[in-house]
Nanobody
Framework: QVQLVESGGGLVQAGGSLRLSCAASGRTFSTYAVGWFRQAPGKERDFVGYITWTGTTDYADSVKGRFTISRDNANTRVYLQMNSLKPEDTAVYYC?????????????????WGQGTQVTVSS
């Protein structure tokens, strides 16, 4: 069992930065891939990026070059550093953990989800 709690959301002006944190409990967390997704009002939950247990990362085209995911397995945390934020980045951001080996851009492969944290980017 893995429990996830996101934090670090808030209100920021366009061009600013935020760092989201995903704190995990569970002895096997270090073996899970962790993904970040976001959901804006009235829209589907979209893939943002992921990091595997070995540290491999990938990102949605919309955030490449602006967002960076890192993990600290010793402290069971995964981070989403968001730079050059745009109003269209406004959404609730979720972290999720997957025991799968592939398709990390798909919400369906994730076994555990956090409750989400709101990010609002003003223009």
């Amino acid at each position: 069992q893995v429990q996830l709690v996101e934090s670090g959301g808030g209100l920021v002006q366009a061009g600013g930065s935020l760092r989201l944190s995903c704190a995990a409990s569970g002895r096997t967390f270090s073996t899970y891939a962790v993904g970040w997704f976001r959901q804006a009002p009235g829209k589907e939950r979209d893939f943002v990026g992921y990091i595997t247990w070995t540290g491999t990362t990938d990102y949605a085209d919309s955030v490449k070059g602006r967002f960076t995911i890192s993990r600290d397995n010793a402290n069971t945390r995964v981070y989403l550093q968001m730079n050059s934020l745009k109003p269209e980045d406004t959404a609730v951001y979720y972290c999720a953990a997957s025991g799968s080996s592939y398709y990390y851009n798909r919400p369906g492969v994730y076994d555990y989800w956090g409750q989400g944290t709101q990010v609002t980017v003003s223009s």
